[in-house]
């Protein structure tokens, strides 16, 4: 098993990091949340006080972050993970973030030579728990290669979208499907309140007709 950094231990962090506890890994991990950091201790991780520490004697590391600039913050910079990496280091950054930092976070890890994966996820917190997420990965066919047998303790659906940023590329795309089924989902049930269709009546019918998406059955029973 790998000796593999973390950081991140939030609502979706958090889950992923226990599957690799769980599956044998030794991971080192960090959150700002000193709750978050016992916890993960607590699951049988090594808990540090500074997100640059996971790197140390880690063959990977992990990182699931709010946004972009908190993916550069890690990262970039002369106390940034790529700076204090071991040559050879796999980076997997899971936060969903603008495609811009992705590739040049990548670009960075390249100059370094350093493996560098962006691979954001689809499932929620329950897909985190249950270590069924999709993984969307961007990065060079090694890099994916090396990261696979990781994700896979963590996720069910692993795809290799491409180059730099295709993950970030292909999470957007994505979102913005989900996004215009929850809206019409909603629109769906206003007009059916409107014209005095009553709302399960709606989704008995739609969960097994061609309206039928993951909107709908997620959000709506």
Not at 84 to 101: E, K, N
Not at 126 to 138: D, K, P
Request: charged content about 15%; overall charge neutral.
């Amino acid at each position: 098993m790998a000796s593999i950094g973390f950081i991140g231990l939030g609502n979706m962090g958090g889950p992923m990091a226990r599957n690799l506890i769980k599956a044998g890994h030794a991971l080192t991990a960090f959150d700002l949340s000193a709750h978050a950091r016992n916890a993960i201790a607590e699951a049988g991780a090594r808990s540090v006080d500074q997100a640059n520490s996971v790197v140390e004697g880690a063959e990977a590391c992990v990182t699931m972050l709010p946004a972009g600039e908190h993916v550069r913050g890690v990262y970039l910079g002369t106390e940034g993970l790529l700076a204090r990496a071991a040559p050879g280091t796999l980076f997997i950054d899971s936060s969903t973030i603008d495609v811009a930092t992705a590739r040049e976070v990548h670009k960075a890890a390249a100059e370094r030579g350093l493996a560098f994966i962006d691979a954001p996820v689809s499932g929620g917190v329950g897909g985190a728990s249950a270590g069924t997420l999709t993984f969307m990965c961007g990065g060079s066919v090694e890099a994916f290669a090396r990261a696979k047998p990781i994700l896979e303790k963590m996720g069910k659906n692993i795809f290799h979208a491409g180059g730099a940023g295709n993950g970030q590329a292909a999470k957007i795309c994505n979102n913005m499907l989900l996004a215009i089924s929850m809206i019409g989902t909603c629109e769906a049930f206003v007009l059916a309140e409107k014209l005095g269709l009553d709302h399960q009546t709606l989704f008995n019918i739609a969960s097994t007709a061609s309206g039928q998406c993951w909107s709908l059955t997620t959000y709506c029973p």
